[in-house]
């Protein structure tokens, strides 16, 4: 943190239950000169990795569907949610966790991925960068029926579906998750199923 335009005045915790949730006092220098005063609350979940399966010789992508509670409090009617395979780094560097959380979810034991971009995904409010992914995949690298851990309180589907099935799953409003929708908008744009 080294913008002389915000002097962090104070940070309090609101909640460390789950993740953590902070209001920050700060001042911020305005394009005039002067010095406002303002409070903002930021929620830290650390940050995050995603990918997209993809197998270019089947036209297939990988996606999972999920229970989502935040999303059923607010208007998704089952809670439930069709996305790619994604996790919380904890203490794993961005490709070893996506890496596990592959294998975890799908069944898919990858040799290589490719970061496309790091993004964060709610910055006015929430501190969380994801790392984007694609990897390719074939049979020979499936080594369980992935579905979560029970340990996490996982229960997953994992969806084979084609390509231009999961694009116009978008354009229907099934597909409605941001990462989801960003990654298989990237794989269309560098035709990387074509």
């Given at each position: 943190m080294n913008n002389p335009k915000v002097k962090i005045k104070k940070i309090t915790n609101l909640?460390?239950?789950w993740y953590t949730l902070d209001k920050v006092n700060f001042d911020y220098?305005?394009?005039d000169g002067t010095w406002q005063n303002q409070n903002r609350e930021s929620y830290d979940?650390?940050?995050g990795a995603c990918i997209l399966l993809f197998n270019s010789?089947?036209?297939t992508v990988i996606l999972t569907k999920q229970f989502r509670m935040p999303s059923y409090l607010n208007g998704?009617?089952?809670g439930m949610s069709i996305e790619v395979c994604a996790g919380l780094l904890d203490e794993d560097d961005p490709i070893t966790c996506i890496k596990k959380e592959a294998e975890e979810e799908t069944g898919y034991l990858?040799?290589?991925?490719?970061k496309v971009f790091v993004i964060y995904s709610t910055p006015g409010a929430v501190t969380e960068k994801i790392y984007y992914f694609v990897g390719e995949y074939n049979e020979d690298m499936k080594v369980?029926?992935?579905g979560g851990l029970a340990s996490e309180t996982e229960e997953i589907e994992v969806l084979e579906m084609p390509f231009k099935n999961a694009l116009e799953m978008i354009k229907t409003g099934e597909?409605?998750?941001a990462k989801t929708v960003i990654l298989l908008q990237h794989a269309a744009i560098e035709k990387l199923l074509d």
């Open positions: 909640s460390n239950d220098q305005l394009k979940r650390g940050d010789k089947k036209g998704n009617d089952d990858l040799d290589k991925v490719k369980n029926d992935g597909i409605n998750d």
